[in-house]
């Protein structure tokens, strides 16, 4: 059966199995999609006979694999190469504890890798021969499969030593103490080490041993990257005679090639990350760069994850505890812990083989028994979310792409209701009516069964008021632990805030104020940092002490811990509005053209890659005041007007700045004046797509604060932005622009959802604001983001590109990184375009697709699961927002004060009126028919037209309060 390939799976080559390759891009982990792959090459990135020139030079430019490929790097030869998936077979997938894992895509539930066991093959050290030389090396090349390198060294097969096979990674570790991205303790303070320099002390031929700095010294297979004990070093005799004599002295006959015997970490940059609890605050952090004597000190510990703690004979751990080996990875050098007891299991009496130990009388007192990891394969122990435990081989499993969904829940998580009522004598400050333990997660439903914590205190500040989006902080923590009494819960019912709940992994700190804490500061060091190793159902959390001078695990609450640092990243994920990088060169893809080609090329298809170079975007035309025609070079940035192609906008996450030109203006070139609007509120007839309204804006535009423009060129400008959204049919169906005689630079816009999307019939509002940088700079814009009544399902985002905090992701606003060409446009961009992108480009079908970079995901198998659930809590939540603008439209005060004003009447006759379109009527019927349809349904969930059982929940009381309206 073929397997889909994921970033860091070990995979052979099908017509050579010995050949390893590590997988680095694949077309659907979209987080590896950087572009211009070569610029962070040595070497020429090449590509296989089955993967044609033009898909791989659209590669070198967009860093996407092309569907059916992956960019995989060879273990034997320092070379990336793009190779289709069917030539490559899967060996093992690198999966750590605390990663989500499913059996299938199709799959709704999910598990989490609690345990790992993974067996090595390892690589002893070999004899080298340097050429036209008696000497003779021990040594770990990394180019095995040579036979001669660049240096001279000379390798028989007869004698290269056989591999220990089935080698448990428990027995190793690092072969050095200190090295890139390892924790780091330093006094009180834990740290990240990003680089480490070093002296290294190298073996000579002459058995003279001599100490240089790393930097000095190169890989014989001119590779790049650090040195470790086993690897060859390669200097010059000016290095040597200045080197620092351990053994022997310099002699200009000895070549300056040997093997590293020992490392010294001279210093480390370290980035520090946190700081012990109640450590002084006036104490400030050590230096970025620990020198020697730092890094000798007793003040520092590596943290080492693979400590446990110490058990009698016939205590068995449990089965839910977690203990970490050593990361394993295709070329890691290591060391087995244990070198005396190994030595006996390897005895070559089984079929794992013979360990050739090297004696250190041999070396000097130098221990160079060393090895490197050629295979491996991982079998991992996972608790899936209904609580059964099975035993897997890592190939079998798959990582969970559905991860980033608000509502998935599970076992141990800390959660609770979304009522969330004040806080008596604490102005803005609310806390929710229950808090409990997941216990179990039927994720197929959607639902989860809850114990409560009767002793629980969860309480926000909220900042922000009104139909304003609301941010706010956790205050207080306390979860306690969990009681008898449980409860059957829908997702949407229920909220896990990350500020409470950790994963197996995490690095937390631990409060020194523990009434229950009994350890003596006189025997336990370090006991104030420790590793996440079970999440309790009864709300606690088991951690290990992994840096104490006594390894121990102890139960805690999780009031009495604060992540120090996340096991998946998300404690060092950028800002949101994180674009790929802008700083490249405009002249890339004119390098990328000189590159290399592999020796595997087809050249049969050029005619392709000529195709390919040769597309060009649309043409634009300019017309002048008078509607004459501008040559593109004669545009000025206030003498021309453009339009948008309405039909068919292309479904995409950051539309391109369109290039259409408007139809001509309907008005005299020379009339500056925009009719106002005189209607009368409540009249029958059709609200008018664009109107200016008399009299102020009003106090909820989110820019009315912001000052206006009484520039010449600004106005101008403006003057004709607003001709082109009045003329002709240039609006499209379901949108409804208002501005302000008094402010024509403000402008509030209504959207109305497009049919057989999640956002059908409801109402969406932005804000427009024409800054006095206009056009030079794109308008800004604000998504009024309406807080949903509670039990309603509608919480979190009702699309990845408009946030609650009402910042809006897309190219023409500036606020999103797309391609070459997708950006504002001073001279070619109008604010129609950015209207008719956020209403054909956003507001969607099947806005999973939206995220950032999702675009390949679209039609993959293990993304349809995923685009279902998204769309469910997107079509719930867009009917929260029908529900909040129709309750303002029910209040006898009127509307004022919230971001309807000034489209409360187009509100009124779209949803309420007998003349309009009765859209309030229709939602309660599309409603109806989904829940119908819902609970009568013989299939899983899919999106919108059968949703889940705990989607229906409040799907219910949804349409319950549609009926009250």
Known sequence: MERPLHTDDLVANKSKTTQLAVVERTYADVDTHEPHPKRDEIDNLVHDRSVKKAAFHKFLKDGVPPKGTVLVRWHQKPVAELISESKLELVARSLLIGDVVKKNPRDAMSGVIINTSTKCTLQPMCDLTISNRSARLKGLVTDVGAERNAVGLHRKASEMPLPLVGVPASELKYSEPLTEEELIIYKNDLGRVDAVSSAISIGLSDNGVVEIEDDLAEHPDEGVGSFYVGDVACTKKGALRNGRWIYGQYSPNTPPIGTVVAIRPVTAEVTWLQRRIGSAADEGYPSDVLERDDLESEYLHVYDRTRTPQRNANEAPSETVSTSETDVRLGLRV????????????????AHGKLPRIDRKDTLGYDINVFDITNFTTDVTVQWQDLTITQESSIDLIPDSSIDDEHAAWPGEIAHTLDL???????????????????????????????????????????????????????????????????????????????????????????????????????????????????????????????????????????????????????????????????????????????????????????????????????????????????????????????????????????????????????????????????????????????????????????????????????????????????????????????????????????????????????????????????????????????????????????????????????????WEGSKGEGWNASRSTLLQVIVSLLGLVLVREPYFNEAGYEPLAGLESSKRPSALYSERAFLRARTFIITALAWLKSETGTSGTSLDGVDDVVRWLYKDSMGQNLLEKSVHDVSAILENSERRGEEAAGLAVMSKGACIPLRRVLDRLREL
């Open 335 to 350: 060391r087995f812990k244990d070198l005396s007891g190994a030595c006996v299991k390897y005895d070559g009496s089984t």
């Open 421 to 815: 009522a004040p806080v008596p004598n604490m102005p803005g400050a609310t806390q929710p009516r229950k808090v409990g333990v997941v216990q179990t997660v039927n994720a197929s439903e959607r639902m989860a069964t809850l114990k409560w914590c009767p002793e629980a205190c969860l309480q926000y500040h909220m900042i922000g008021s009104g139909d304003i989006a609301n941010t706010r902080t956790l205050l207080v923590r306390v979860a306690g632990k969990a009681a008898s009494e449980q409860e059957e819960l829908s997702l949407y019912d229920i909220e896990a805030p990350g500020e409470m709940n950790v994963r197996r992994g995490d690095i937390v700190m631990i409060s020194r104020d523990r009434p229950d804490d009994k350890s003596d500061e006189t025997t336990v060091r370090n006991d104030w940092l420790g590793e996440i190793v079970d999440t309790c159902l009864d709300g606690t959390l088991t951690v290990r002490l992994g840096a104490a001078s006594q390894v121990r695990d102890i139960n805690l609450r999780r009031e009495e811990t604060h992540v120090a640092v996340r096991s998946d990243g998300t404690d060092e994920v950028g800002a949101w509005d994180d674009g790929p990088d802008s700083g490249i060169d405009e002249d890339m893809d004119m390098l990328l053209e000189n590159g290399s080609e592999s020796e595997h090329e087809d050249d049969t298809d050029a005619s392709e890659g000529e195709s390919l170079d040769l597309a060009e975007e649309a043409n634009a035309k300019y017309e002048d005041e008078n509607g004459m025609p501008l040559d593109e070079e004669d545009v000025e940035d206030e003498d021309w007007e453009s339009d948008v192609d309405m039909t068919d906008a292309p479904h995409q996450t950051t539309p391109p700045t369109s290039h259409s030109v408007t139809p001509p203006d309907t008005g005299k070139a020379d009339d500056m004046t925009i009719p106002v609007n005189d209607a009368v509120e409540g009249a029958a007839d059709p609200p008018e797509p664009y109107l200016v309204l008399e009299g102020a804006p009003p106090s909820s535009h989110h820019y009315i604060n912001q000052p206006s423009t009484e520039n010449t060129a600004h106005m101008k400008r403006t003057q004709k932005e607003h001709r082109i959204l009045r003329s002709g049919n240039s609006l499209p169906q379901g949108v409804y622009v208002r501005t302000w005689e008094s402010r024509l630079d403000l402008l509030r816009v209504l959207f109305i959802g497009p049919a057989e999307t999640p956002y059908a019939d409801a109402p969406f509002v932005i804000d427009f604001y024409l800054p006095s940088t206009f056009p030079a700079e794109p308008p800004q814009a604000f998504f009024h983001s309406w807080t949903s009544e509670s039990g309603l399902g509608g919480v979190g985002r009702v699309n990845p590109n408009l946030y609650e905090d009402g910042k809006i992701c897309l190219s023409l606003l500036g606020t």
